[in-house]
């Protein structure tokens, strides 16, 4: 197809579908036709060509678009328009993908579920009566659905991976760096990453490859890694060292979930590798991340409290509100706590190449239901971040992680996720692709027709 037909097509498709789920808060057809138009051009005068070019992509909408209202699912910025892209933004368009729109996102991505009070809820594509995760739920919900092939999703406890399980698409968390971020009020925060999603592992490859490298306005963005992350996927598995967990030795989990992703692991030892139940040796870091996260939203946040907390998510303003009670003193404790659990998951990764776990606690839920869900397992569950317990650790280590679709529950998607080594994204990439491979998924279509 021209990039133009492509364009079109996919255009048409959110024009169809998008009412239903409210991927999308910001279409912008104008924009896309005009780079389509131009996409083809270049085609005609055979210029080269970059790694995507013509092809649709979504972004967040916690991620500035020139010209493209960026709202931060925030009414305080409703009708904001940056002057200037993202890095990320800039090196996909390098590349030649054409952007087609903001994906929805709770205010300022607060939160693992997708609603906020400029542009409401995003639904579940598989069912519209449930959610379809966060932060990055509208590009969940719009990959699963078609409305676009590739999306841009950020990730500081599990904004990534939470919609990829929810939606049953691919979503990877790269190592810190790996994908350069600018603009950024902290320029050294290592736990906030951006990375691709997808509807395959392939997909998911290709867009990393055009995403990462390094970027003097990102200090701690990495050199350019040197491997070749679509190729990885075609890489022979061999005999890897695979631990697999259902509950990383302290999280409540749904059975059906527990059964779907444990029969999932299974999988890697018929695939060749060495799998054997055992994860790191840690207590649940829960109040460990939200003393370290609390301080960084009140910090770029707390200005706007005395005029808009009314019309802020509640779950923003309480976040903000707990680092009133976390001191310097205190805030540096965490960080040694940090740095402990850090060197207790090095050392399980010098004995295994790889950790399995569920990507999500439970299923998703009635997007009407409270948040965060009030049980899991017959387990009361009062922290926010209780219904993603396998995600936000790994964004206080920095281990690349990856969510793959694994099976179902009650006729929601279910996910498997794989984190690797710190850097090894091609590991957690041939991996995915090996799995996706001996248990297809991708030419399932959610019932929206």
Same mark, same amino acid.
Do not use: N, Q
């Given at each position: 197809?021209?990039?133009?037909?492509?364009?079109?097509?996919?255009? #048409? +498709?959110?024009d169809a579908v998008n009412p239903r789920i409210n991927a999308y808060c910001t279409v912008a057809a104008d924009?896309?036709?005009?780079? #389509? +138009?131009?996409a083809e051009r270049r085609v005609a005068r055979r210029e080269p060509l970059g790694l995507l070019h013509g092809i649709p992509v979504s972004i967040k909408d916690l991620t500035p678009t020139a010209g493209i209202r960026t709202s931060f699912g925030s009414r305080i910025f409703e009708h904001h328009v940056p002057a200037e892209d993202a890095a990320v933004v800039e090196r996909l368009k390098a590349a030649g993908a054409i952007v087609v729109g903001k994906t929805n996102t709770p205010e300022f991505g607060c939160k693992g579920v997708t609603d906020n009070r400029v542009f409401g809820a995003t639904r579940n594509p598989w069912n519209t009566a449930m959610v379809a995760g966060g932060s990055s739920g509208g590009a969940g919900a719009a990959l699963a659905a078609g409305l676009a092939p590739l999306a841009e999703g950020s990730d500081l406890a599990g904004s990534i991976r939470i919609p990829a399980a929810a939606c049953g698409v691919v979503g990877l968390k790269p190592s810190p760096g790996r994908v350069p971020s600018y603009p950024s009020p902290n320029g050294w925060n290592s736990m906030a990453v951006i990375g691709p999603m997808a509807r395959t592992v392939r997909d998911t490859a290709l867009l990393l490859a055009a995403m990462s490298g390094p970027d003097e306005r990102d200090p701690i963005s990495l050199p350019a890694p040197g491997e070749d992350f679509l190729a990885a996927c075609d890489q022979p598995l061999g005999r890897l060292r695979v631990a697999w967990t259902p509950d990383?030795?302290?999280a409540p989990v749904d059975s059906r979930v527990a059964g779907v992703a444990c029969a999932a692991a299974r999988s890697f030892a018929g695939l060749g590798c060495a799998l054997e139940e055992a994860c790191p040796d840690f207590s649940d870091p829960d109040e460990m991340f939200r003393a370290l996260t609390a301080p960084m939203r009140a910090a770029s946040l707390g200005q706007y409290l005395a005029e808009w907390a009314e019309q802020m998510d509640p779950?923003?303003?309480?976040?903000?509100h707990l680092a009133d009670g976390i001191s310097s003193i205190d805030y540096e404790r965490q960080q040694r706590r940090r740095t402990e659990l850090w060197h207790t998951v090095r050392r399980f990764f010098e004995r295994y190449d790889l950790l399995l776990t569920p990507t999500l606690a439970a299923p998703p839920f009635p997007i009407d239901a409270p948040y965060p869900p009030r049980e899991i397992a017959g387990r009361a569950t009062a922290s926010p971040i209780g219904w993603f317990p396998f995600t936000f650790p790994f964004n206080l280590t920095g281990n690349?992680?990856?969510?793959?679709?694994?099976?179902?529950?009650d006729g929601l998607p279910v996910g498997l996720q794989i984190v690797g080594r710190r850097y090894a994204e091609a590991l957690v990439l041939r991996a995915a692709a090996a799995f996706e491979a001996a248990r297809p998924w991708a030419h399932r279509r959610p019932p929206l027709e």
């Open positions: 197809m021209s990039p133009v037909d492509l364009v079109d097509a996919v255009l #048409a +498709r959110i924009h896309a036709r005009e780079a #389509a +138009r131009e990383l030795g302290y779950v923003l303003v309480e976040r903000m690349p992680a990856i969510s793959v679709p694994a099976g179902w529950a």
